[in-house]
Nanobody, 126 residues
Framework: QVQLVESGGGLVQAGASLRLSCAAS????????MGWFRQAPGKDREFVAA????????YYTDSAKGRFTISRDHAKNTVYLQMNSLKPEDTAVYFC???????????????????WGQGTQVTVSS
């Protein structure tokens, strides 16, 4: 049984930092590209960042570039999202997701991500 469990969300002020973690179990971690998505109230789920199976390639949405860093630890089967310089518009539920390596679709679409966590709330106050 595959499980993705996010943690690390919370309420912070603008300019602060948070590190989200996603612990994966029940799957061969190195066989999956890992992604972070977020969903604000009343909005569609949107791509934030993704990392290849090796960690050698990372991808970000434009609003995350320069502020967020995705990484993965194969020894711990965990993927991280370090978020710096947080803004109120970053407020959302953040989801971790996994999709098989080389899935024939853009990493920034939800297509192919067949495993999802339950989400962790991030709230940034102004």
């Amino acid at each position: 049984q595959v499980q993705l469990v996010e943690s690390g969300g919370g309420l912070v002020q603008a300019g602060a930092s948070l590190r989200l973690s996603c612990a994966a179990s029940g799957l061969t971690f190195s066989s999956y590209t890992m992604g972070w998505f977020r969903q604000a109230p009343g909005k569609d789920r949107e791509f934030v960042a993704a990392i290849s199976w090796s960690g050698g390639s990372t991808y970000y949405t434009d609003s995350a570039k320069g502020r967020f860093t995705i990484s993965r630890d194969h020894a711990k089967n965990t993927v991280y999202l370090q978020m710096n310089s947080l803004k109120p518009e970053d407020t959302a539920v953040y989801f971790c997701a996994a999709r098989p390596n080389n899935y024939p679709a853009s990493y920034s679409t939800t297509r192919g991500y067949n495993y999802w966590g339950q989400g962790t709330q991030v709230t940034v106050s102004s």
